[in-house]
Every structure is written in C-alpha cells, then in structure tokens.
C-alpha cells in the first residue's frame, strides 16, 4: 500500500486477501470459548447475537444454530463475503453480514442481547470507544463478551509481544493487559461478570504464513525471539522454530 493510507485502510488490506487463511485456521476455529457463548445463549433461545469483529466468521457460526438472529460485523469487505457464503453453504440463514467499525456501529440502542467479539480488538484504532458502542447496542441484562489475546503485565515481556505482534502485521494497534481491560471495561460502562485466562500455542510457521508476514520481518521476529532474555523465552515458551505460547483473556461483561 503507498501513499498516506489510515488505520482502517490497513486493516482492510491486510485481511482482506487472508479471509481464506482466516476461515480455515485451527487457532480460530477451536476454542473452549464456544462452549461458553452456545451455554450463555440456549439460556437465552432466539437471542439477537452481534458478532463484533467477526474475521471469517467462526463465532457467528457456532452460535447461529442457537440465535434467533446473527449479525456479522467486520472492516473487511472480503471477511464478510466468505462469511456470507460460509453461512449460505452451511444452512445458516438466520445469519446476515454488515460491514463497518467497532467504534461507529450502525445499530439502535439496545439491538442485541449478546455481543461477542474473539480476537479483534487488538486491531482497533479505539477500544474505549468501541466498548462504549457495545454498551449502547446491548439491551438492559445483556452479554458482552471478548476474547483477545493479553500483554503480560511487566514491561519487559509487555515490549516483546507487542514488537513480534506489529512486526508479523501491520494492522496490530496492542495487545491490552487484564487491568487495562477492566478499566477500560468499566469507563464504558460495561459490569464485569467474570474473567478466565486461557494459554494458546502458537505454530510460528502457520502464524506468519496467515497474514503472509514478509520475509524481512518474519526474520526480525526470529532475531528478536533469539536474542530476547531467559525470562522472556521462558514466559512466552519460545522453541527453537519459532513457536510460542501467549496469554488470552476471556472477559464477560454485562449491561445494567
């Protein structure tokens, strides 16, 4: 991409040509997760579901069987055409795509009883914005949801994960702490329920390949993952190919 391009731009063109990648990807597919959000919605049948971020869709389509209605929110004009077809080849005809921003979500107040969001926001230009959108659009008693990696809460692990991040894609703004979560949570106005730490694997090779990283900065990650201390190969289980392990935090928030 040359010239001056925006945040949101970036961001388009960096998943856009991925949407494939994106919709067969194990990391994305599978998850304890799921389980949860189809418990949280058979408590709730025909349930109006915001699938905020929703990538290749993987959220809408475990929770589409259980919903009244799914709405497949993302940036990317080409994630949501592979969801729409996804959606059409698998029956799921309750399930409907619009195309926008986290933080200027084009729904009336109080639209949805559960919105969910899994491994988007760490592309947002604004999560506190975002966040407040989502307290907006969720009915009074309602769920929300996100799913995301975490930053570790010490600077020297903190500056690492956010280096490997932005150096594998372009589009990555930051992986927020637990803290800055709740925080942020809170500002918005959302209650938080509860919160789990999961631990994911990461395959370096699949991980790079899946935005299709260039060579240069898939180089400089191996050079900052060799060269980084004990304490960081340690936490974040560096192997010698690559792969590592990183924090994801599962946080479930409601409206009042």
Known sequence: ???????????????????????????????????????????????????LGCGAGHVGFHLAPLAGEVVAYDLSAQMLEVVARTAAERGLDNLLVV???????????????LVASRYS????????????????VLRPGGTAAFIDVIAPGTPLLDTHLQAIEVLRDGSHVRDYSAAEWLRLAGEAGLQVQRLQRQRLRL?????VERMRTPEVFRQAIRALQQGAGAEVRDYFEIADDGSFSTDVLVLWTGRG
């Not at 729904?107 to 949805?112: M, Q």
């Not at 395959?203 to 991980?207: I, K, L, T, V």
């Open 1 to 51: 991409m040359t010239g001056r391009a925006s945040h949101a731009q970036v961001v388009q063109a960096q998943f856009g040509e991925q949407a494939g990648a994106y919709l067969h990807s194990a990391v994305h597919a599978q998850g304890a997760e799921f389980a949860e959000l189809q418990a949280a919605l058979a408590a709730q049948p025909r349930s109006r579901v915001l699938d």
């Open 99 to 113: 195309r926008g921003a986290a933080e200027r979500l084009p729904f009336a107040e109080a639209e949805f009883d």
């Open 121 to 136: 926001a760490h592309h947002w230009g604004d999560v506190g914005q975002a966040l407040r959108e989502v307290r907006r």
């Open 203 to 207: 395959e370096f090779a699949s991980w």
